[in-house]
């Protein structure tokens, strides 16, 4: 609530993914908390009318198609150019395509991949190695119940979000020594309990 303003004040925040889902709503709850919130996601249009609804604060956002994965460097260059430092980075973009095994082609798998896995940790190598070392960084994956089930048709989504989950272990280990915190989530959906705890990993230590 409210008395929580005071570590949030002035932080800013990457939400990539933030014209829906639990990207638009971790972008919104950040801001309510006090927080600057810089979204990024394809649709300008959304993040224009999100932008309207969150307080008064310094925000801003860019169109930017995340498969795009070469040009994800020179993106948060230009971000922490025109924005200044990040404290903390939420990746929430994805594609969720059912596909039978029938039609699970190494295009379409690469595609899933291309969105889902890939740039997340792209935009954590961009963020890392320009990161001034001592200061503090929050990274949150938004993962998936799917990189753990089984149900049937999810494979492409399934393995690109347990990439991720493997990728945020070993990430974890190897930027501890390096002030950045890195956690993966698995909202089954986007309740308000949930995104709590997001934001508690995103914001822990202020």
Same mark, same amino acid.
């Given at each position: 609530?409210?008395?929580?303003?005071?570590?949030?004040?002035? &932080?800013? /925040?990457?939400?990539?993914?933030?014209?829906?889902?639990?990207?638009?709503?971790?972008?919104?709850?950040?801001?309510?908390?006090?927080?600057?919130?810089?979204?990024? +996601?394809?649709?300008? *249009?959304?993040?224009?009318?999100?932008?309207?609804?969150?307080?008064?604060?310094?925000?801003?956002?860019?169109?930017?198609?995340?498969?795009?994965?070469?040009?994800?460097?020179?993106?948060? $260059?230009?971000?922490?150019? *025109?924005? &200044?430092?990040?404290?903390? @980075?939420?990746?929430?973009?994805?594609?969720?395509?059912?596909?039978?095994?029938?039609?699970?082609?190494? *295009?379409?798998?690469?595609?899933?991949?291309?969105?889902?896995?890939?740039?997340?940790?792209?935009?954590?190598? +961009?963020?890392?190695?320009?990161?001034?070392? &001592?200061?503090?960084?929050?990274?949150?994956?938004?993962?998936?119940?799917?990189?753990?089930?089984?149900?049937?048709? @999810?494979?492409? /989504?399934?393995?690109?979000?347990?990439?991720?989950?493997?990728?945020?272990?070993?990430?974890?280990? *190897?930027?501890?020594?390096?002030?950045?915190?890195?956690?993966?989530?698995?909202?089954?959906?986007?309740?308000?309990?949930?995104?709590?705890? $997001?934001?508690?990993?995103?914001?822990?230590?202020?």
């Amino acid at each position: 609530g409210m008395q929580m303003n005071q570590e949030h004040e002035g &932080k800013h /925040y990457l939400v990539v993914g933030a014209s829906s889902g639990i990207g638009e709503s971790i972008a919104l709850e950040l801001a309510a908390l006090g927080a600057n919130v810089t979204m990024m +996601a394809r649709r300008t *249009e959304k993040m224009e009318a999100i932008r309207k609804r969150m307080p008064s604060g310094n925000h801003a956002y860019y169109g930017f198609d995340v498969s795009r994965i070469d040009e994800i460097s020179g993106m948060v $260059a230009r971000i922490l150019e *025109e924005r &200044k430092n990040v404290n903390g @980075f939420v990746y929430a973009a994805g594609i969720g395509d059912t596909m039978r095994l029938r039609d699970l082609t190494y *295009e379409r798998l690469h595609h899933v991949m291309q969105v889902n896995f890939y740039p997340f940790v792209e935009f954590v190598r +961009a963020l890392v190695t320009r990161k001034p070392r &001592k200061d503090a960084m929050h990274i949150v994956a938004i993962s998936s119940l799917a990189s753990v089930s089984s149900d049937r048709y @999810f494979t492409p /989504y399934s393995a690109s979000k347990a990439a991720m989950d493997a990728a945020v272990r070993c990430l974890a280990r *190897e930027l501890v020594t390096r002030n950045v915190t890195i956690n993966s989530i698995r909202p089954a959906i986007v309740d308000v309990e949930r995104m709590r705890a $997001a934001l508690d990993d995103i914001t822990d230590g202020g």
